[in-house]
Nanobody, 125 residues
Framework: VQLQASGGGLVQAGDSLRLSCAAS????????MGWFRQAPGKEREFVAA????????VYADSVKGRFTISRDNAKNTVYLQMNSLEPEDTAVYYC???????????????????WGQGTQVTVSS
């Protein structure tokens, strides 16, 4: 299983970015997917997650109303649309896959099985 995140960059506060995560998983549509981020000197933190069907999503309070997670199972890709970016959003963003099992969407990094390499998002004030 490989996850390839892309779409990061340097933007100004208030701008938007869309991150993509392409998954080489034959049964991608069975996996719940998540986005996490890690700022320098901080622990990796949950950002958003989406059910395998796309029918359910959860967000961290810090991004709720600004970020939107979505997926295209035909393209084996999950997205993170980030609007109204703030300097506090600066971090390396990682996508992660949670192998199929009957449970709620997970917010803890240790509960995910596969990880991408990360893409840097830098928001200047």
């Amino acid at each position: 299983v490989q996850l390839q995140a892309s779409g990061g960059g340097l933007v100004q506060a208030g701008d938007s970015l869309r991150l993509s995560c392409a998954a080489s998983i034959r049964t991608f549509l069975q996996y719940d997917m998540g986005w996490f981020r890690q700022a320098p000197g901080k622990e990796r933190e949950f950002v958003a997650a989406i059910r395998w069907s796309g029918g359910s999503t959860v967000y961290a309070d810090s991004v709720k109303g600004r970020f939107t997670i979505s997926r295209d199972n035909a393209k084996n890709t999950v997205y993170l649309q980030m609007n109204s970016l703030e300097p506090e959003d600066t971090a390396v963003y990682y996508c992660a896959a949670d192998r199929p099992r009957p449970r709620e969407l997970q917010r803890v990094a240790d509960d995910y099985d596969y990880w991408g390499q990360g893409t840097q998002v830098t928001v200047s004030s």
